[in-house]
């Protein structure tokens, strides 16, 4: 277990706080933050870091929802005024 957790700590995961009897541990990055990384994680392993074929794999040649197509496309717009 000890080394499981010296893992996620050398990753950034979880903070350790060395006691006499013992260690604290807790997370050292937010809920969010491990949700965006466990998401690039997602696009690079199976996507090649390509947002666009991952966006092609969920499409499948199926029907898309004219308003979610807008919303996307604000969206896109959006985080492109942001860089």
């Given at each position: ?17 060395k ?65």
């Open positions: 277990m000890a080394t499981f957790l010296t893992r996620l700590s050398d990753k950034g995961l979880i903070a350790i706080t006691k006499t009897k013992g260690n604290i541990y807790a997370p050292a990055i937010t809920e969010q933050k491990y949700h965006q990384l466990e998401a690039q994680n997602l696009l690079d392993s199976m996507y090649n870091g390509s947002l666009q074929g991952f966006l092609s794999a969920l499409y499948c040649g199926g029907e898309v929802d004219v308003k979610e197509a807008e919303e996307l496309r604000k969206w896109f717009e959006k985080v492109g005024e942001d860089d």
